[in-house]
């Protein structure tokens, strides 16, 4: 527990300095939603590239992990349609409950990997997000279409969105730089480096940045089960999903690790495009952000 915790401080403690810099405009009030783009469009694939093409996985680690994250979404989905059923909110509520309780911070999640399992950890992680990414952006628009949207959902952009998404591109690129072992060149390495050192901070610090307490204040039933669904729930069923499918070790840790983490701050911008509860989706990013800062510890001290 003092080595994971030691590890975890680090990671809430540049997600509070990004909150801080930011409410104090430093250094301008436009400097982080530029600096989250350049972590997005640029440092994060930089990073997944140099750190998954050095990894040296077995083949068996691509489908291992595809058939956990698989169970693990499908699982919580149906629990979470069941709640619904049994207790009704609007649309717009239920999809930004159902968006809490399913998301993951990507950002906090590879850092945490890294910090936490090294870099055979990260190359894990950056393979289970690459999975989790497009699965959960699909589950995502299915549940918009049935709860929130009136007509047919245009499937073609949501695609296009998730083929062009960075963070799979970058996982994509590196899987394939490791499964040919081609290798850096010195001048390559050196530059990928630097960037992939820079991602992980700058990451974290627009997580921070991005947080809207001032939401916080109509916490309510919704943002509860989310928070524990997310949190809680999902870890226990993460943990459960590996022993019934026979799995262990690192995989295992990675998959427990992802199932704690709070919701992405992405979910925001669908929940204002689609039509769900942007108000409660905001309140509901930035609660489970601080809650994460004590479920995480204590979540993996238990199940790992």
């Not at 936490?116 to 299915?142: F, R």
């Not at 997580?207 to 307490?213: D, M, P, R």
């Not at 952000?289 to 001290?301: G, R, Y």
Request: charged share 10%.
């Amino acid at each position: 527990m003092p080595v994971m915790v030691q590890a975890l401080v680090p990671v809430f403690a540049l997600i509070v300095l990004g909150h801080l810099l930011r409410r104090w405009a430093f250094p301008s009030v436009g400097f982080w939603p530029q600096a989250e783009r350049l972590t997005y469009y640029v440092l994060f694939p930089a990073m997944l590239v140099y750190k998954l093409g050095q990894a040296r996985l077995p083949a068996s680690a691509y489908s291992e992990t595809a058939m956990l994250i698989g169970a693990m979404l499908l699982v919580v989905t149906l629990v979470l349609v069941c709640i619904h059923l049994f207790r009704p909110w609007s649309g717009p509520v239920f999809s930004s409950v159902y968006q809490g309780a399913i998301r993951f911070n990507s950002y906090v999640g590879l850092a945490a990997g890294g910090m936490l399992l090294g870099d055979e950890g990260l190359s894990l992680t950056a393979i289970a997000v690459a999975v989790m990414v497009p699965l959960i952006n699909l589950l995502c628009i299915l549940m918009f279409s049935f709860v929130v949207t009136e007509g047919p959902v245009r499937i073609k952009p949501v695609l296009r969105a998730i083929v062009s998404n960075p963070l799979i591109i970058g996982s994509a690129l590196g899987a394939v730089w490791s499964f040919f072992e081609i290798g850096f060149h010195p001048l390559l390495a050196g530059t990928l480096e630097p960037l992939s050192n820079l991602a992980l901070p700058m990451g974290l610090m627009t997580v921070g940045a991005g947080l809207q307490l001032k939401a916080l204040r109509s916490g309510s039933v919704p943002f509860v089960v989310s928070a524990f669904l997310k949190l809680l729930l999902f870890p226990l069923v993460t943990a459960g999903l590996a022993v019934v499918l026979g799995l262990e070790g690192t995989l295992v840790q990675v998959a427990i690790l992802l199932a704690t983490l709070p919701t992405a701050t992405s979910a925001y911008i669908l929940a204002r495009q689609l039509g769900g509860d942007a108000r409660l989706m905001a309140g509901i990013i930035s609660g489970q952000t601080l809650l994460a800062m004590v479920s995480i510890p204590l979540m993996l001290s238990i199940l790992w």
